[in-house]
């Protein structure tokens, strides 16, 4: 019995710590994305246009198919239209990406 709540803890802790960062990503996506790229990383229309560019949404397999270092590196250094998001550390953008990872 004692055996089975050590396991079950066990567990908890492990999932746990393989998503860790993802809340903490989601409030800077919060606070430094959603105003271009909307609450699930759909994109928006007038962000796009204003932009002249083709928002693939955050979830999708392109975007998805990238690499974690990839996508951090978007976030600290820009790509193409989108300018490095300012006042974003490194954790900080390895924290989005987690949350990021969570849209598929
Ligand atoms: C000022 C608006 C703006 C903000 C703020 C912004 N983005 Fe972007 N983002 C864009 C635009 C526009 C593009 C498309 C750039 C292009 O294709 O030239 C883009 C592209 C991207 C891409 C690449 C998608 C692809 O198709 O390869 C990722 C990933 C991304 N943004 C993530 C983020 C994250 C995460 C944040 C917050 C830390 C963020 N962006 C903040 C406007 C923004």
Same mark, same amino acid.
């Given at each position: %019995? #004692? =055996? ?17 960062? @993802?809340?903490? !990503? ?13 609450? =699930?990383?759909?994109?928006? /229309?007038?962000?796009? #246009? %204003?932009? =002249?560019?083709? +928002? ?12 974690? @270092? +990839?996508?951090? /590196?978007?976030?600290?250094? !820009? +790509?193409?239209? %989108? ?22």
């Amino acid at each position: %019995m #004692k =055996n089975t709540i050590i396991v079950t803890l066990t567990l908890v802790v492990s999932a746990g710590l393989s998503w860790a960062g @993802a809340p903490e !990503g989601k409030e800077i996506f919060t606070a430094k994305c959603v105003s271009c790229h909307g609450a =699930n990383g759909e994109g928006k /229309a007038a962000i796009a #246009k %204003m932009f =002249n560019v083709t +928002q693939a949404p955050l979830a999708s397999k392109e975007v998805q198919a990238k690499t974690d @270092a +990839q996508l951090q /590196a978007v976030i600290l250094k !820009g +790509q193409g239209k %989108m300018k490095p998001v300012a006042g974003v550390t490194e954790k900080q953008a390895a924290d989005v990406v987690a949350f990021l990872r969570t849209l598929k």
